[in-house]
């Protein structure tokens, strides 16, 4: 018997790549809100997106590291159904907003998956990402996915450094709940590098066929 893999794409700035995310089956778009990122999305933009999205996609909001008042204010102004928080927030900073909420987890060699997971005993879920020493998330790099929890109680998200051509076998290592990517889905200018922000619709496209490939045994 197998589960489906849920999909986040991240890091949406313009309705079209957030409708070719819905038109390819995504459960989720994700609005960073966080003034440093290249993703960065003001909120009357994510607004003006997410009231063009169907029935029955999640839009979610990513934070690091800001005040309650900041969180607030895009809340007053952006029809979010769920929290992602990147930084050092505690389990009694997310609660507050009145929202289910995520809270990521950097991981790298010597973490105590368990433990960070311990610490944050209201989320809705954990998001497992690649730990950068300045980034939070947006890395493009795959942590050791030999570090994935088996089951820690709660609903499990991978995330870093996914793309069409590995999220398969990290589903088949890991097993989690869900996937969630940005950069692995991104065009490329003309010299190669990545336009972050700006999504490839045909990339999309084949990551999400390529996580329904992927078997969670249940």
């Not at 849920?6 to 949406?12: D, T």
């Not at 497992?128 to 088996?150: I, N, R, V």
């Not at 999309?204 to 249940?218: E, H, L, Q, R, Y």
């Amino acid at each position: 018997m197998s589960a489906r893999v849920r999909v986040k794409i991240c890091g949406i700035t313009r309705l079209e790549d957030a409708l070719a995310a819905v038109a390819s089956g995504a459960d989720a778009i994700g609005f960073v809100f966080y003034p440093p990122s290249p993703r960065f999305i003001s909120p009357d933009a994510a607004a003006a997106i997410a009231r063009q999205l169907p029935p029955f996609v999640t839009t979610v909001g990513l934070f690091v590291n800001q005040t309650e008042a900041a969180v607030r204010q895009v809340l007053a102004q952006v029809p979010l159904g769920q929290l992602q928080f990147h930084g050092e927030e505690d389990d009694a900073f997310c609660a507050r907003f009145g929202r289910p909420w995520l809270k990521a987890l950097a991981v790298k060699a010597g973490s105590d998956v368990a433990a960070q997971v311990a610490a944050h005993p209201g989320a809705s879920g954990l998001l497992l990402d690649a730990w950068h020493p300045q980034l939070k998330g947006g890395t493009g790099e795959c942590f050791d996915w030999s570090l994935f929890p088996e089951d820690c109680g709660k609903p499990l998200v991978l995330a870093g450094g996914l793309t069409p051509g590995n999220v398969a076998e990290a589903i088949r290592v890991t097993s989690p709940y869900a996937v969630d990517v940005s950069g692995g889905v991104e065009a490329l200018a003309a010299d190669g590098t990545v336009r972050k922000g700006i999504k490839d619709a045909g990339l999309i496209k084949a990551f999400i066929a390529a996580v329904n490939t992927g078997v969670v045994k249940t």
